[in-house]
């Protein structure tokens, strides 16, 4: 994996303060609402990132990007919810294993 800088601090600050606040309401919400919540964090890191990801990991974000947009429209049919959870860890997972030179190609 590259070690490049892909977030400023305002970026990150934004995050942390999202996961923070995301949290809290959590606890006066429904359960369903924290995997909702946790992926718009992710397609908010995916979209901070883009910018000044290397041309490698842009398609990566966007398949995240666009999995986030297809799993939020599945929230109301609970098996497909997951259906598309699951997708979007194994993109995750594949993306990792051939970032870390784990699927047996170099990377």
Sequence with gaps: MSS???LDEDDAVELLAYLVSAARTQVDEAAE????????????LADMIAPAA?????????DIRQGFGET????GDPDGYVDRLDGLCRTVAL???A???LDG???
């Design 33 to 44: 609402y924290a995997p909702l919540r946790l992926l718009t964090a992710a397609g908010r």
């Design 99 to 101: 970032s870390l030179g």
């Design 95 to 97: 993306h990792l294993a």
């Design 4 to 6: 490049t800088r892909v």
């Design 54 to 62: 290397s041309d490698g990991l842009r398609p990566f974000l966007e």
């Design 105 to 107: 190609r170099t990377p």
């Design 72 to 75: 939020t429209l599945a929230a």
